[in-house]
């Protein structure tokens, strides 16, 4: 059974730099074939695609982030981390993990993680 | 960018509902997915490379489509299918804004 939970802080103040830990089970990010992601939700509005990070290291990154945005994996300790420079309350907002198969794409999340960024 | 129409559809239990998702190119990759998502939840994946059920789906959804236009159909909609759909092309691709399906 995969499970994977988000972790990190829950308030960061504006210009701050935002770290949230993606730990997760049942798979190995080693795996041909498979990535995990942050995926994340503003109250109230649509999912966006933060980052993405495949077994052989390959990355992606939103267009609109990519200057704020990074992520690495942990393949012992069955970790993703997601950085998040420079965070404005834009930035508020639901992040979850996600387990991908290429072609199949994202088919277990965590629980998601609400962040607020407020002064 | 993913283009879903419309941004709510209001109908009852038992009628069917169909959700478009447009693409503002021609899709030559069949990468093209549906996620379920109910308030205070994650999301779920329910169709992959566009008409592929997830392990567990009902098969009262169901996917379709090419190019530029794709479809997601509820056959006979369930009281537990009212919930916000969304649909996405590939791994690192943009979702698209949002299906509603509110009860009527």
């Known amino acids: 059974q995969i499970t994977l939970k988000e972790s990190g802080p829950t308030l960061v103040k504006p210009t701050q730099t935002l770290t949230l830990t993606c730990n997760f089970s049942?798979?190995?990010?080693?795996?041909?074939?498979?990535?995990v992601a942050w995926i994340r939700q503003p109250p109230g509005k649509a999912l966006e695609f933060l980052a993405l990070?495949?077994?052989?290291?390959?990355?992606r990154y939103s267009r609109s982030l990519r200057r704020r945005v990074a992520v690495m994996k942990d393949i012992p300790k069955n970790q993703v981390v997601l950085t998040l420079t420079n965070v404005d309350p834009a930035d508020t907002g639901t992040y979850f993990c996600?387990?991908?198969?290429?072609?199949?794409?994202?088919?277990?999340w965590g629980q998601g993680i609400f962040v607020t960024v407020s002064s | 960018v993913l283009t879903q129409s419309p941004g709510t559809l209001s109908l009852s239990a038992g009628e069917r509902a169909t959700l478009s998702c447009r693409a503002s190119q021609s899709l030559s990759t069949a990468a093209l997915a549906w996620y379920q998502q109910k308030p205070g939840q994650a999301p779920r994946l329910l169709i992959y490379a566009v008409s592929r059920r997830a392990t567990g789906i009902p098969d009262r959804f169901s996917g379709s489509g090419s190019g530029t236009d794709f479809t997601l159909t509820i056959s006979r909609l369930e009281p537990e299918d009212f919930a916000v759909y969304y649909c996405?092309?590939?791994?690192?691709?943009?979702f698209g804004g949002g299906t509603k399906v509110e009860i009527k």
């Open positions: 996600t387990h991908r198969v290429d072609t199949v794409g994202y088919d277990s």
């Open positions: 996405q092309l590939s791994g690192s691709s943009p």
């Open positions: 990070v495949y077994w052989d290291d390959d990355k």
């Open positions: 049942g798979f190995s990010l080693s795996t041909s074939g498979v990535g």
